[in-house]
């Protein structure tokens, strides 16, 4: 008997911490630079950088929420209506601050829902936001009348394509709000509290944590980041439009599950799924650069996600 | 409390003790009903300050139970608590907290990514000046001195999934003890540790019993009893069936009052001659972590397999069965050397009643026929074509054998009673063409009149050459239906009862015995 508790003791041998998602970014860059000259030029990269900021926007708080062993898949329609939202309120009132309160209004609404339906009704995640997808994409259109919102000022569309300091705004944008969602993780109650959402509900309770307000509120902080999103998703097509956003989740989750964050238990990291979102930008780029349509893009993210994923299990995989 | 008792405890209980005062924590009068089982029933019990309190009982005697009343988990139905003396209300586990109650769990309440510091202090993080934030420098430093406290040489920062099983239980004590408790409830925390561990836990222990600390401590090992014991306790189905101090008590006494009913149980069985060996069992270890595992089942015969829960007499069934992988040793099913899953066992004649009949062993929603018809498929329609006229009759004639009571094949299984939906089981394998049954727990929710209609089947399986290895904690089960049985302990065979030799003391003392 002790001699089990003793080997049952011992501790795993810590294995070399690289990331599939970290291989497969890089093995993409090269593939990339052999192909296509250009691809490695400052503006490409920078081009890179800047594409992969409204994704980032979603795959962090996506993080979070998987963690929780939740899932939102109505991130992408609540950004369209949010980005509708925020257009036709600029453009009748030119105020940027009522447009972006308009929209993370919308977004915190939904969250709210999501997390009510998740953490009070018990309803799984998964048909949860199933069902405000389809509430978000029917409000897009009904707000919009089909019709694209166009008229967008000019101090809106600088937000995308101006800079600050000789630095794109976006690249800003997506680097304070990473580091707020470091933080959030690392050094805050909350942080702590996610991982036990998806990695140990009993405990919580055990501990005497009010954890259906925590679950409540990461879905809610997903749906304003959908609002933010929506604020650089507006500038950037220079309109509101109530297709803009269709299927941004799959490519949140696809990058979420890229960098490493596990669908079980609460076990995911931030910097994973910026590699994630990365790989997502760097492939899509690459893809554009030797032009592949969009349809085909798609699929490629898709098998991806497959190829990261089953290097991550080959290393997990002991013998 | 000694009022309370009122269960007719064994003569030699010692009744009066001297008057210690108010008691640090009372519980009185404690009743816990689940659907169909009375988990708690009436049950009274008393701490004091400083002392180590024993529970004792049998698995479901009740014991985790009082324990999840005792801090929060469970609300009593009826009953009341005193703390020092004034009445109490525990409904929630922070109201325990309130009163200064800590608890080690047996099952983990570890969150496994997060490090061993944030489990220690998960709901009680310390908050930096920086408003928002935590302060990771004081998290590390209080966590170092807890593991230092219980002597845990492990990192606070090592994330809890990567440790052992050991590591992990006693993070959950240190857990518990970060708490400054004045009563610490310990379910079974050695179950886990080495002897160098148990060692520092029980000086531990000590330590905090001097400052004063009450200590609820429930096991199964007898020389943790006498040793670190100040009182006893011993539960049996859901009520307290008397008190004891370990001075003036002895091992076998315990066991009489833990097995304790006057056994009134008589299960129909014809005893004979076994025949052929049929399973096999040499020298079987397996990643489960069962080890040594020697056994031989005849036909004619129906073997037990008996210990606590957790002894490795379920992970022995899944070894023979393939469905955990086997690291040295070899199965012998009627003579040949066994290879391959659960899908080979099936075609070879092995079936296995699981305990949990309603997720592993039916398909609730369907009908009985679907479930008669669904491990035979193969021997039913050798061509490959399902054709329901003949899984009809083949239904019909499995239900009209076993006596199933169902008002006809297309009733839905979910709807049946508990022994009814075990006979479906039994007769998917008949089916099947099985002639090696193991049964695990075959009479778990199901009521005593069914129970011996079970038995009276399992007897006739084997009247017919079928061999049967049967695991249940019923221990009256296996020494009225049982022609030998095995002991198990700590994930090996510790012994090996004949006819002769069956009873529950015997059973129970190897069993829970060190040494």
Redesign the interface.
């Given at each position: 008997?002790?001699d089990?508790?003793?080997?049952?003791?011992?501790?795993?041998p810590r294995l070399p911490a690289i990331p599939g998602v970290a291989i497969v970014l890089v093995a993409l860059a090269l593939v990339f630079a052999a192909i296509s000259p250009n691809f490695l030029s400052t503006g490409n990269l920078s081009n890179i950088l800047v594409q992969s900021v409204i994704l980032l926007l979603l795959a962090m708080p996506m993080t979070l929420i998987i963690m929780t062993e939740g899932l939102d898949l109505s991130m992408g329609a609540v950004l369209t209506l949010a980005s509708l939202v925020l257009a036709l309120t600029v453009v009748s009132t030119q105020s940027l601050v009522l447009g972006l309160a308009g929209a993370v209004g919308v977004g915190l609404a939904f969250g709210f829902v999501n997390g009510w339906l998740v953490s009070s009704l018990r309803i799984p995640p998964f048909v949860a936001t199933l069902g405000t997808l389809g509430v978000a994409q029917g409000l897009a259109l009904i707000v919009s009348d089909g019709q694209s919102v166009v008229g967008i000022p000019r101090f809106l569309r600088q937000v995308y394509s101006g800079e600050t300091a000789g630095i794109p705004n976006p690249i800003l944008i997506g680097a304070a709000f990473y580091a707020l969602f470091h933080?959030l993780l690392y050094?805050?109650?909350f942080g702590?509290y996610i991982?036990?959402l998806?990695?140990?509900r009993?405990?919580?309770?055990?501990?005497?944590?009010k954890w259906q307000r925590m679950l409540v509120a990461v879905y809610m902080l997903g749906g304003a980041m959908a609002g933010v999103a929506a604020l650089l998703l507006t500038a950037r097509i220079n309109a509101g439009h109530p297709t803009a956003a269709i299927g941004m989740e799959f490519d949140a989750i696809a990058a979420v599950a890229l960098g490493g964050t596990s669908f079980e238990?609460?076990?995911?990291w931030i910097f994973g799924t910026l590699l994630g979102v990365l790989t997502v930008g760097v492939l899509r780029n690459g893809l554009n650069l030797m032009a592949v349509p969009s349809s085909a893009q798609v699929a490629a993210t898709g098998a991806l996600v497959i190829v990261a994923l089953f290097l991550d299990g080959l290393r997990s995989r002991k013998p | 409390m000694r009022a309370a008792v009122k269960s007719p405890p064994a003569p030699e209980v010692v009744e009066e003790k001297p008057d210690l005062g108010t008691p640090l924590l009372e519980l009185k009068g404690i009743s816990k009903q689940f659907p169909g089982v009375k988990a708690l029933d009436d049950v009274s019990f008393a701490i004091w300050p400083g002392e180590v309190h024993m529970l004792l009982g049998e698995n479901g005697a009740g014991k985790s139970s009082l324990m999840k009343c005792l801090c929060g988990a469970y609300q009593a139905d009826t009953g009341a608590y005193f703390h020092m003396g004034e009445k109490v209300e525990i409904r929630t586990p922070t109201d325990a907290k309130k009163l200064g109650i800590a608890v080690i769990f047996q099952e983990f309440s570890l969150v496994p990514y997060l490090d061993v510091a944030q489990n220690i202090f998960l709901g009680r993080e310390f908050k930096s000046k920086i408003p928002g934030l935590l302060d990771r420098r004081r998290l590390y430093a209080e966590a170092q001195k807890v593991l230092d406290r219980i002597g845990l040489e492990v990192d606070p920062r090592t994330k809890v999934h990567t440790l052992g099983v050991a590591q992990q239980q006693m993070v959950e004590i240190a857990k518990a003890l970060s708490q400054d408790a004045s009563i610490l409830v310990m379910d079974e925390p050695t179950a886990a540790l080495s002897d160098r561990e148990t060692e520092r836990l029980f000086a531990v222990m000590r330590q905090l019993q001097a400052k004063g600390t009450a200590i609820v401590y429930i096991s199964h090992r007898m020389a943790e009893v006498f040793a670190l014991g100040d009182r006893i306790t011993v539960l049996r189905d859901g009520k307290n069936v008397g008190h004891a101090v370990p001075g003036e008590t002895s091992p076998d006494q315990l066991v009489r009052m833990m097995v304790g009913r006057t056994v009134d149980m008589s299960y129909p069985r014809n005893f004979r001659a076994p025949g052929d060996v049929v399973l096999e069992l040499k020298d079987i270890s397996a990643t489960t972590g069962i080890a040594d595992i020697n056994l031989v089942v005849r036909a004619g015969e129906i073997v037990g397999l008996c210990g606590l829960v957790g002894s490795g007499r379920t992970e022995v069934a899944r070894a023979v069965f393939g469905a955990d992988a086997i690291t040295s040793g070899e199965v012998r099913v009627f003579g040949r050397i066994k290879q391959g899953g659960p899908d080979v066992a099936a075609t070879e004649g092995i079936a296995l009643i699981p305990e949990s009949r309603k997720t592993e062993g039916l398909a609730l929603i369907r009908t009985v026929s679907d479930n008669l018809a669904v491990a035979g498929l193969p021997k039913l329609f050798p061509n490959h074509l399902f054709s329901p006229g003949r899984a009809r009759r083949s239904a019909e004639a499995l239900i009209k054998r076993l006596r199933i009571a169902t008002p006809s094949p297309n009733q839905s299984v979910g709807l049946l009673s508990g022994g009814n939906q075990q006979k479906v089981v039994i007769g998917k394998w008949l089916a099947a063409g099985a002639r090696l049954f193991i049964f695990d727990e075959p009479t778990r929710g199901i009521d005593v009149g069914a129970k011996s209609e079970i038995f009276a089947l399992i007897d006739q399986l084997v009247a017919e050459g079928a061999a049967v290895l049967m695991i249940s904690s019923e221990q009256a089960e296996i020494v009225h239906v049982c022609d030998r049985a095995y002991v198990m302990r700590g994930r090996r065979i510790v012994g090996e009862l004949s006819r002769s030799e069956l009873s529950e003391e015997n059973i129970v003392r190897m069993g829970m015995h060190d040494e």
């Open positions: 008997m002790s089990h508790a003793l080997s049952a003791a011992q501790p795993r933080v050094h805050t109650k702590v991982r036990a998806g990695g140990n009993d405990a919580l309770t055990l501990a005497g944590v238990r609460g076990n995911g | -």
